[in-house]
């Protein structure tokens, strides 16, 4: 069977980008405003409806992998050490960071498409740090020191779940495991009275499942053997941000990939999503002081998003569909960072926090 080329792979990205856009975009769904209900409210709902996330593109992904049409150590996530050290950094940086900018990397995508200009400029910053931590002038620090510390997984084993329970005597776990979690996500969504009556919010957790299944099929099953990308990817807002400004300034061609389409994808629903619902309008930033405060956040989720090894839709999602031992590091890692952030913005100053404490 012919594959899919490197045309169709960015196309179906942009459609994949472009229904998650405008499914989130309509039902106010955002991975800080989630940690920031759950830490400061006592509100988990909206990271009840990320768990349903997780729930569908694990049933999705695992079904790839069960059928042996998907290799999960052919993804970034599964690798045979865990640089844990860069992990933690990175993951505390991003959470902070975004709580600076107020949302994560792919909120601010969704920001850009309503009309919010300050997107624009963090987006900006973002990739340029998120590209220069990859594969310009601060990558030797990441490779050379941060992930130098790393974990060797047991016998040579792929870095996830699976592998480390075959080999602690459970090597037929995938299937258990994969509907173990599932029950405990879906269970915690199906308790919620507010939630089973919340559509937008259901339709916005489905949207997000399926778009990663989407994203592991395109690039790790579906793809044009003599014309695709090194190694199996889905939805992530870190690097594909990096390379398309890159691409942009240098070589227009590295544009057609799946993880750039679903950039371009992202913007364009949630402008179809602004028009729909007429509120599109255009912001800026209402004085230096939050010109900064966004400045400093997107410095800091471009490079920890990389160090971290995704956002919280790459590392929160898409590895955790692998069962990549990342995955509740940097999970972990982003919601205490962005605590840390919100008392940071609470107090007003790195003094007066420290004062306080």
Not at 55 to 80: C, E, F, H, K, R
Not at 232 to 243: D, E, I, K, M, N
Request: proline share 3%; charged share 15%.
């Amino acid at each position: 069977m012919t594959g899919l080329s490197v045309w169709a792979s960015t196309l179906i990205g942009v459609v994949v980008g472009a229904a998650c856009g405008f499914t989130v975009r309509r039902a106010r769904l955002c991975s800080f405003g989630a940690i920031e209900d759950a830490w400061m409210g006592g509100d988990t709902r909206r990271l009840r409806i990320f768990g349903l996330a997780l729930a569908i593109a694990l049933i999705g992904a695992q079904s790839l992998v069960g059928l042996g049409w998907l290799d999960p150590s052919n993804s970034t996530y599964v690798q045979p050490a865990l640089p844990w050290l860069s992990i933690v950094v990175g993951s505390s940086m991003f959470g902070l960071g975004m709580a600076l900018v107020g949302t994560c990397s792919f909120g601010s995508l969704v920001r850009l498409g309503s009309g919010d200009l300050r997107s624009l400029i963090v987006m900006m910053v973002f990739g340029s740090v998120a590209y220069a931590t990859l594969r310009g002038m601060l990558a030797p620090v990441r490779i050379e020191i941060l992930e130098k510390v790393a974990w060797p997984v047991p016998g040579g084993l792929k870095g996830d779940f699976n592998s480390v329970l075959a080999y602690l005597g459970a090597p037929h776990s995938r299937l258990a495991l994969t509907a173990i979690a599932v029950l405990v996500l879906v269970a915690a969504v199906a308790v919620d009275s507010r939630l089973r009556r919340s559509p937008r919010l259901l339709m916005a957790g489905a949207t997000l499942g399926l778009g990663v299944v989407a994203g592991w099929w395109v690039t790790g099953v579906a793809v044009d053997a003599f014309d695709h990308v090194p190694r199996a990817q889905s939805l992530t807002f870190v690097s594909p941000v990096g390379r398309a400004l890159y691409a942009v300034l240098s070589v227009p061609a590295a544009l057609l990939e799946f993880g750039i389409g679903a950039l371009v994808g992202v913007v364009s629903g949630s402008f179809l999503s602004a028009l729909y619902d007429r509120e599109f309008r255009w912001e800026a930033f209402d004085d230096d002081r939050e010109m900064r405060r966004h400045l400093v956040g997107a410095v800091l989720m471009g490079g920890g998003g990389v160090l971290a090894g995704g956002c919280t839709i790459g590392q929160g999602i898409s590895a955790g569909s692998m069962m990549a031992l990342s995955w509740p590091i940097s999970v972990a890692g982003m919601m205490v960072g962005a605590r840390i952030g919100i008392a940071f913005l609470m107090e007003g100053s790195l003094r007066g926090l420290l004062q306080r404490r």
